[in-house]
C-alpha cells in the first residue's frame, strides 16, 4: 500500500546543478506534503513543506513544486552542494488534530565535488 | 536550538523481552509520534499521542506495543515481547502541531537477537 511513492532509489548530480528529486502519491486526501532530509545515524530534518492550496514553495536553494492535478510533487535544489548528499524522504498528511505522516521509501542524493 | 532526545541510542535485546525506548519531546510541543524504520524501507508510522492519549495508531502497533507519558516531560514506547522483526531503528517526534512539521529524534536502534 504505496500512497507515497518514490520510484527512484538513488540520485547523483554534480555539485553547482540543479537536483530533482520526484514524489507521486495516490491519496486524494492528501493536503499537505513535506520533504525531510536524513542522514545516517540521525532522525529525518525537516526541509520543506507545501499546502494543497500552494503550487511551489521556495526556501533559499529549495524550491517544492507541487502538481494536484497528476499527484505529483518534485523538490529542486539549486545550486547542489555535497553536503546536500542525504536520503530525502516525501512525505503526506491530511490537515487534521493529529495529522500522521505518511512516507516515501526515499532518494539517495550523491553530489559530486 | 530545542531538538528532541532519545534514549537509548542502540538497544539489543533478546527475542521474547520486554524493552522500553524512551524520548524527551520538545517541551512545549503537544503532539507526540512514534516512527520505526526496519533497514532498507521506509519510514513507517505507529501511533501518535495528543492530550494525554493514543490519538491514532497503525496495524503495526499491535497489543505488544505501549505508549506512555509517565512524568509530562518523557514519552515511551514499550515493547512488550520482543520479536525479531521488531529489530529496526525507531524515532520519536514531536510537534506544536502537525502542521507546523514534526521534530524527529536521532532514534534507537533495536536489535533483537
Known amino acids: 500500500d504505496q500512497q507515497v511513492k518514490q520510484n527512484s532509489p538513488s540520485l547523483s548530480v554534480q555539485e553547482g546543478r540543479i537536483s530533482i528529486l520526484n514524489c507521486d502519491y495516490t491519496?486524494?486526501?492528501?493536503?499537505?506534503f513535506l520533504w525531510y532530509k536524513k542522514y545516517p545515524a540521525e532522525g529525518p530534518t525537516f526541509l520543506i513543506s507545501?499546502?494543497?492550496?500552494?503550487d511551489k514553495n521556495e526556501d533559499g536553494r529549495f524550491t517544492v513544486f507541487l502538481n494536484k492535478s497528476a499527484k505529483h510533487l518534485s523538490l529542486h535544489i539549486v545550486p547542489s552542494q555535497p553536503g546536500d548528499s542525504a536520503v530525502y524522504f516525501c512525505?503526506?498528511?491530511?490537515?487534521?488534530?493529529?495529522?500522521?505522516?505518511?512516507f516515501g521509501k526515499g532518494i539517495t542524493l550523491s553530489v559530486r565535488p | 536550538e530545542p531538538e528532541v532526545t532519545q534514549t537509548p541510542s542502540h538497544q539489543v535485546t533478546q527475542m521474547g523481552q520486554e524493552v522500553i525506548l524512551r524520548c524527551v519531546p520538545i517541551?512545549?510541543?503537544?503532539?507526540f509520534y512514534w516512527y520505526r524504520q526496519i533497514l532498507g524501507q521506509k519510514v513507517e508510522f505507529l501511533v501518535s499521542f495528543y492530550n494525554n492519549e493514543i490519538s491514532e495508531k497503525s496495524e503495526i502497533f499491535d497489543d505488544q506495543f505501549s505508549v506512555e507519558r509517565p512524568d509530562g516531560s518523557n514519552f515511551t514506547l514499550k515493547i512488550r515481547s520482543t520479536k525479531l522483526e521488531d529489530s529496526a531503528m525507531y524515532f520519536c517526534a514531536s510537534s506544536e502541531a502537525p502542521s507546523y512539521g514534526y521534530t524527529f529524534g536521532s532514534g534507537t536502534r533495536l536489535t533483537v537477537v
Open positions: 507545501i499546502s494543497s492550496i500552494k
Open positions: 491519496n486524494s486526501m492528501f493536503d499537505y
Open positions: 512525505a503526506a498528511s491530511e490537515t487534521g488534530a493529529n495529522s500522521k505522516l505518511t
Open positions: 517541551s512545549n510541543h503537544l503532539y
